[in-house]
């Protein structure tokens, strides 16, 4: 490896940790104006409704999730709808780190023994815009910029893992 060749290298994954740390604010901001929605039937539901607001949609899936052939078909449907509505598409490569963001706020709840509920569905998360102007967010701005760069080198859905802490 030549030392041009492990410069890139760190440049993107330097790149890649700015779009994780965005992204981890985007989803801190977005619960606290409780702007999110979770999971593969809401996120449908919103988006045939109300797709002009819709800002972002995370698609989260691991390994095992890879080998599901109902969820890889909601996937494709729900890419697609993005991609002919102009909503940017992320991919999170470690649907642990995620969840672990998304369900901070709910520890305050029944203690996870207490009840059946079963844990919410993480697959695909929409961030709709707030009222105010999404240029507004430097991290929405950073988030928006990655996706379009992507697109324009043929990556309709990049793929990022969220940093773990």
């Known amino acids: 490896m030549t030392l041009e060749e ?8 330097e790149r890649m940790d700015k779009v994780g740390d965005a992204l981890e604010e985007v989803l801190s901001k977005a619960l606290s104006q409780r ?4 999971g593969v039937y809401e996120a449908a539901k919103l988006l045939n409704v109300d797709p002009d607001n819709v800002v972002l949609c995370l698609l989260a899936a691991d390994e095992d999730d890879d080998r599901d052939v ?5 996937f494709t449907l729900i890419q697609a709808f993005c991609c002919e509505n102009d909503i940017n598409i992320l991919r999170v490569s470690n649907p642990g780190r995620l969840a672990e963001l998304l369900l901070l706020q709910s520890d305050a709840g029944p203690a996870a023994g207490e009840g059946a509920e079963q844990p919410p569905d993480l697959h695909c998360v929409l961030v709709t815009n707030p009222h105010s102007s999404q240029w507004k967010d430097p991290a929405l701005s950073q988030l ?22």
């Open 144 to 165: 928006i910029c990655f996706c379009r760069e992507s697109r324009y080198m043929d990556q309709w859905v990049p793929v990022i893992n969220l940093p773990e802490r």
């Open 70 to 74: 109902a969820l890889q078909i909601h």
């Open 35 to 38: 702007t999110i929605t979770v």
């Open 6 to 13: 492990f410069s890139a290298g760190e440049q993107k994954t």
